[in-house]
């Protein structure tokens, strides 16, 4: 088989529309704690309303609509994200009084505190305790209308340290004074568990998220043929003016003008990547085929915000449509080492030898020295570039491309370019390997690796690069047990080079073709109970240095990056030590390794959770560590769990959204 594979500072993003929450729309969740600076400070302005503070500071009641509109404040008002929003104290040494407080008047829980005379000091300290004490004075939460519910919720700040008694008497003094039927939200795991324990009705974030209507994966314009595809096989007819409306993310994806998808995804798929590499607008919108339906085959323009999407028509294209790929400027790659030829144990690389084993190789060596105990990187070796570039020489292969690129309709027609390639890969594939390369690849693998299962994969000159991932464009071969079939993964992975996405993108990127070398990483098969994907910050806002993002499934991980279903999605707080969930896997089945080669799927049973939160911690802690090893730069990072064990299996840099 194979695969291609303050809240404490001002007002925290941890909650309510949280997956809209991912290009910046900040949540009320919580309006503050300490002074301590935030990187989720709201700012007037941003994504609030320009709203008078009118009316009084506050109420004892709500008794309708009209009555929290005079105190709310308005995030992202007239958008698909819009959250009417108030924050409210608990005064629970003056007989349990509650406070509705005109949010805009006031902004912050302690601004509210301190001009009403409540107390007289209210210093960082005394202010953190009414986050962390459960013998606080105050409770400072928020009340939010979510219209997709619909209907009213009141929640805290995720890192905010409830008790049963505090929360049990929030919920009486909100039912009492709060009209409307009106429900707990949950913020993080910690809450979750408590309102669970106390048989509490309550709304979680992954439930409010499964109700989202529109989710920007990455902002920016497009213009392009609007397409709805219905097949997989509909995806070869994309050209790279296309827009297509897709169901779900696909596992590969040739370069296109944007993309629209219909069903949630994993944020950091591998062409959700691509797509922030390509700059292009990429939105998750419900039911879209139907929405978009009336522009099928029609010329748009697509415009995604962090607050919404617009779809508009066009008379005709701003410029010729061509089915040839836009040609980018020329940028260079890396230029390979073709001296060293010896195959390097992971544990020998290093840095410096990117040169001749490619970044990913090189990434791994050095993680294997620097993250013991914190997490292991399996045993394994890199196989040069200087053996690909000795193969193809043997093959032809540089002449033969020459010649399919001066062929009529190889640089017009995708559909000729694809069979071409196709041949090409075929060639390499194919090919009977050289018998010293075998005799030498068969005498490692046995020696260093005791024959033991092995992914065979891609560590090229044209991934994990700053600016161009590569992400998912190169074949995995997973669980390769058999010695003959080592070298035949080797020649698989040489010939990914020309699959036909991965030519695309190239050439969309402005990379040259005969500029590219391909080094094999072949590594032990780690046989995980779960897997996944992380990012050392928040992906949503560069400047949550303070969060992990983390995306997990059962099994194998292959199933995380290609995206087709939604995988566990969590943001960790280094800060609030607390977790947030977006969304448990929707899988049903997972993939395993099998004992005479290759993988197989089998069902799952019991809970959709897949980590727990102390695993999540030590997951955010390897990240950490993983980031400081490779010079500091936000990593996305694959992962693997085997038994109590975080197994390290990939890292590259993190390609933010914008043109590239």
């Avoid at 500072?9 to 929450?21: D, I, K, Q, T």
């Avoid at 219209?147 to 340290?161: C, I, R």
């Avoid at 020998?348 to 020295?369: E, I, P």
Wanted: charged share 20%.
């Amino acid at each position: 088989m194979k695969l291609r594979g303050s809240v404490r500072g001002r007002l925290y993003m941890g909650c309510v529309v949280l997956l809209a929450l991912l290009m910046g729309a900040i949540s009320p969740a919580v309006a503050q704690t300490a002074r301590k600076p935030s990187a989720y400070e709201y700012r007037p302005g941003n994504d609030v309303a320009a709203q008078p503070a009118v009316g009084p500071d506050y109420l004892s009641r709500i008794d309708g609509r009209e009555q929290f509109m005079q105190l709310a404040r308005v995030y992202n008002a007239g958008t698909a994200l819009e959250m009417p929003h108030l924050i409210f104290v608990i005064d629970r040494q003056n007989a349990a009084r509650v406070y509705y407080i005109n949010t805009p008047r006031f902004e912050l829980h302690e601004n509210f505190v301190r001009r009403q005379g409540l107390v007289r000091a209210l210093d960082k300290a005394t202010l953190n305790a009414q986050y962390r004490d459960p013998q606080r004075r105050f409770l400072f939460g928020t009340v939010s209308w979510q219209k997709d519910l619909p209907g009213y919720t009141y929640e805290f700040w995720e890192g905010d340290k409830l008790t049963a008694a505090l929360l049990r008497q929030t919920d009486e003094v909100v039912r009492a004074s709060f009209r409307d039927p009106i429900r707990f939200k949950t913020n993080s795991t910690q809450h979750e568990q408590l309102a669970s324990g106390m048989k509490l009705p309550f709304v979680s974030q992954e439930a409010l998220l499964r109700e989202q209507r529109f989710l920007p994966l990455n902002t920016g314009k497009a213009e392009g043929r609007l397409r709805i595809l219905r097949t997989e096989a509909q995806l070869r007819t994309l050209s790279p003016r296309d827009i297509p409306v897709l169901d779900e993310v696909p596992i590969a994806l040739a370069p296109v003008a944007g993309l629209v998808t219909q069903r949630p995804s994993t944020l950091l798929s591998h062409v959700n990547l691509l797509a922030k590499g390509w700059g292009i607008p990429n939105v998750y919108v419900r039911d879209a085929q139907n929405a978009l339906r009336q522009y099928d085959g029609r010329w748009v323009a697509l415009e995604v915000s962090n607050n919404d999407y617009r779809v508009t028509p066009l008379a005709r294209p701003a410029r010729t449509p061509s089915a040839a790929p836009a040609r980018a400027t020329v940028r260079n790659l890396p230029r390979p080492d073709l001296a060293v030829a010896a195959l390097k144990p992971l544990a020998a690389l290093r840095a410096r030898d990117s040169s001749h084993c490619g970044v990913k190789a090189a990434n791994l060596g050095t993680l294997k020295a620097a993250l013991p105990p914190l997490a292991r990187v399996p045993d394994g070796f890199c196989i040069p570039f200087a053996h690909y570039q000795a193969a193809m020489q043997r093959l032809d292969i540089p002449q033969r491309l020459q010649t399919l690129q001066r062929r009529p309709g190889f640089n017009t027609d995708p559909n000729v370019r694809r069979e071409a390639l196709a041949a090409l890969r075929a060639e390499i594939t194919d090919a009977a390997p050289a018998p010293a390369f075998v005799r030498m690849l068969d005498a490692q693998w046995q020696g260093q690796l005791k024959a033991g299962g092995v992914f065979v994969r891609s560590s090229s000159n044209s991934e994990d690069l700053p600016g161009f991932s590569g992400a998912g464009l190169y074949t995995t071969v997973p669980n390769v047990t058999r010695s003959d079939a080592v070298a035949k993964a080797v020649q698989t992975v040489w010939a990914s080079v020309y699959n036909f996405e991965a030519y695309e993108a190239r050439t969309a990127a402005g990379l040259q073709q005969d500029a590219v070398a391909m080094a094999v990483l072949v590594q032990l098969a780690a046989p995980s109970d779960s897997s996944g994907v992380m990012i050392t910050r928040d992906p949503f806002d560069r400047a949550h240095q303070h969060t992990t993002y983390i995306s997990a499934k059962r099994g194998l991980g292959i199933r995380v990056v290609e995206g087709k279903r939604q995988a566990e999605q969590l943001m960790y707080s280094d800060w609030s030590k607390a977790v947030q969930v977006l969304s448990r896997s929707a899988e049903d089945t997972q993939l395993v390794a099998k004992a005479g080669g290759g993988v197989r799927e089998v069902p799952i049973t019991g809970s959709r959770q897949v980590l727990t939160d102390a695993l999540i911690a030590r997951l955010a802690k390897v990240g950490k560590a993983t980031k400081q090893a490779l010079g500091g730069v936000d990593q996305d990072i694959e992962w693997a769990v085997v038994g109590d064990e975080i197994v390290m299996l990939q890292s590259r840099p993190y390609v933010d959204g914008g043109a590239r």
